[in-house]
């Protein structure tokens, strides 16, 4: 199984500039990249990433924008990775992006990444670099101290350095054997979870959690800083003399203050994604390890029932990272996750008589059915989660060979079949 661990570099300020530079030299490739591909499109030719990358190699040492003022090609400074990279990563937008349009789904082509914009990263190839201890030896920086000792043991097959905020990390993903990555479950429950919004999770044994308090603070704290620097922005552009958009191309003079104000905000981002991933992380791997089944609907429904006041609520809870983990943590606990249909009505069945109520409107946290019982909304889902999960188990044990058969436009259908598989059920199952 293919683990990454991410790492903080505790790097001097002499290799965090390289780092820099890298990360610069990384998307000034691709961008390059991007626009010969895109060129070659409109002149129907059919771009080819390592024809592309030839190409490149041919210039790259003599083209007078590869060229520093002295003359001097500046690649040379930067380690070979950091500008092959670009192009191998070029071709798999491509080739994902025509195969989703391909399946009819909606896509964006690669866009050109933009400084301050885009992440910072740049790639490593496993035999460039090695970790020793709480050490990592990187091509031309040298020995750079890891805050941690890599957690993985295994293969080693590659690496990318990346910012967040202020820090530098060193992702390492590794090829770890099955005997370490397979875990022994602490129990076998059935289990209906529901996503919300207005708790994170119901879960069918009757607990609710909520999405964590730290993350309310912390984006109360948000909007105060992010209010500072638009201002800021704002009165830097009162100075140029812009009102509404800057023009393309324009940049404008930021203060010493807009600078600072700029790495706050950035800091307080990285610690609200560290806040919700430590969340989801914890609660995905207890929800696996402590059970045989469990059946999550599968969010799309929501994300296009969702107006955009829904919407915001759902990125802070980040629904789809937690379908995500649940999916990959199923593997190494043996769990089953089933995905309910989407369009299955998990909130509007009664769970107790199994009576559809279609009049059930979004805002109505609580409702009686005809048959008398009173349901609490998301309890009520989970319990009808949690019949599906149930069902779906049957038919598992009944079946042995059955094959999950993808729905189309879910995740499941591109999950590989291992211990844990997702067993995407249809809307029949829970009837
Ligand atoms: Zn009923």
């Given at each position: 199984?293919?683990?990454?661990?991410?790492?903080?570099?505790a790097a001097?300020p002499?290799?965090?500039?390289?780092?820099?530079?890298a990360?610069g030299t990384?998307?000034?490739?691709w961008?390059w990249?991007l626009?010969?591909?895109?060129r070659?499109?409109a002149s129907?030719?059919r771009p080819?990433a390592?024809?592309?990358k030839?190409h490149?190699?041919?210039?790259?040492y003599?083209?007078?924008?590869w060229l520093?003022a002295d003359?001097r090609p500046w690649?040379?400074a930067i380690?070979?990775?950091?500008?092959?990279?670009p192009?191998?990563h070029l071709?798999?937008?491509w080739?994902?992006?025509?195969a989703?349009r391909?399946?009819?789904?909606s896509?964006?082509?690669?866009?050109?990444k933009?400084?301050?914009?885009c992440?910072?990263?740049?790639?490593i190839?496993?035999d460039?670099?090695?970790?020793?201890?709480?050490?990592a030896?990187?091509?031309?920086?040298?020995r750079?101290a890891l805050?941690e000792v890599?957690r993985f043991?295994?293969?080693i097959?590659?690496?990318t350095v990346w910012?967040e905020?202020?820090?530098?990390?060193?992702v390492?993903?590794?090829e770890?054997p099955d005997?370490?990555t397979?875990?022994?479950?602490?129990?076998?429950g059935?289990?209906?979870?529901?996503l919300?919004?207005?708790a994170?999770?119901t879960?069918?044994?009757?607990?609710?959690?909520?999405?964590?308090?730290?993350l309310?603070?912390?984006?109360r704290?948000?909007?105060?800083?992010?209010?500072r620097?638009?201002?800021?922005v704002?009165?830097?552009?009162t100075?140029?003399?812009?009102s509404g958009?800057i023009p393309?191309g324009?940049?404008?003079p930021?203060s010493?203050?807009?600078?600072k104000g700029?790495r706050?905000l950035a800091r307080?981002h990285a610690?609200?994604a560290?806040i919700?991933?430590d969340?989801?992380?914890?609660?995905?791997?207890?929800l696996c390890?402590e059970n045989q089944?469990?059946a999550v609907?599968?969010?799309?429904?929501?994300?296009?029932l969702?107006?955009?006041?829904?919407?915001?609520?759902?990125?802070?809870?980040g629904?789809y990272?937690?379908?995500r983990?649940?999916?990959?943590?199923a593997?190494?606990?043996?769990?089953?996750?089933v995905?309910a249909?989407?369009w299955?009505p998990?909130?509007?069945l009664?769970?107790?008589?199994?009576?559809?109520?279609?009049?059930l409107a979004?805002?109505?946290r609580?409702?009686?059915?005809?048959?008398g019982v009173?349901?609490?909304?998301?309890?009520n889902?989970?319990?009808?989660l949690?019949?599906?999960?149930?069902?779906a188990l049957?038919a598992?044990?009944?079946l042995?060979?059955?094959?999950?058969?993808?729905?189309?436009g879910t995740v499941a259908?591109?999950?590989?079949?291992?211990?844990?598989e997702?067993?995407?059920v249809r809307?029949e199952?829970?009837?």
């Amino acid at each position: 199984m293919l683990l990454a661990h991410r790492i903080r570099l505790a790097a001097t300020p002499v290799q965090c500039e390289y780092f820099a530079r890298a990360a610069g030299t990384a998307r000034r490739v691709w961008n390059w990249a991007l626009a010969e591909w895109q060129r070659q499109i409109a002149s129907s030719l059919r771009p080819d990433a390592r024809a592309l990358k030839k190409h490149f190699n041919a210039i790259k040492y003599a083209y007078p924008d590869w060229l520093d003022a002295d003359g001097r090609p500046w690649l040379r400074a930067i380690h070979r990775d950091a500008h092959a990279q670009p192009f191998a990563h070029l071709a798999k937008a491509w080739t994902r992006y025509v195969a989703a349009r391909k399946a009819g789904q909606s896509a964006y082509p690669p866009r050109f990444k933009k400084k301050g914009r885009c992440r910072d990263s740049f790639y490593i190839a496993n035999d460039k670099f090695r970790v020793e201890g709480k050490s990592a030896v990187l091509p031309k920086v040298g020995r750079v101290a890891l805050a941690e000792v890599l957690r993985f043991p295994g293969k080693i097959m590659g690496a990318t350095v990346w910012r967040e905020a202020d820090h530098w990390f060193l992702v390492v993903q590794v090829e770890v054997p099955d005997e370490t990555t397979l875990r022994r479950r602490t129990g076998h429950g059935v289990l209906g979870l529901d996503l919300g919004v207005t708790a994170a999770a119901t879960l069918s044994t009757g607990e609710k959690i909520a999405a964590p308090r730290p993350l309310r603070s912390a984006l109360r704290r948000l909007r105060i800083r992010s209010r500072r620097q638009s201002r800021k922005v704002q009165a830097a552009k009162t100075a140029a003399g812009i009102s509404g958009r800057i023009p393309k191309g324009m940049r404008l003079p930021s203060s010493a203050n807009q600078v600072k104000g700029a790495r706050r905000l950035a800091r307080l981002h990285a610690r609200i994604a560290r806040i919700r991933a430590d969340f989801t992380h914890k609660r995905t791997t207890r929800l696996c390890r402590e059970n045989q089944a469990v059946a999550v609907e599968d969010l799309h429904v929501k994300g296009m029932l969702a107006n955009a006041r829904l919407a915001r609520s759902i990125a802070d809870v980040g629904f789809y990272e937690i379908r995500r983990q649940l999916q990959y943590k199923a593997r190494r606990y043996g769990t089953v996750i089933v995905l309910a249909d989407r369009w299955y009505p998990s909130s509007k069945l009664c769970s107790a008589c199994g009576q559809k109520n279609s009049m059930l409107a979004l805002a109505e946290r609580a409702w009686t059915c005809s048959c008398g019982v009173h349901h609490d909304r998301d309890m009520n889902a989970a319990m009808n989660l949690q019949r599906l999960a149930t069902g779906a188990l049957a038919a598992r044990t009944a079946l042995p060979v059955a094959s999950p058969a993808a729905t189309p436009g879910t995740v499941a259908g591109m999950v590989a079949a291992a211990e844990g598989e997702v067993t995407p059920v249809r809307y029949e199952h829970g009837q």
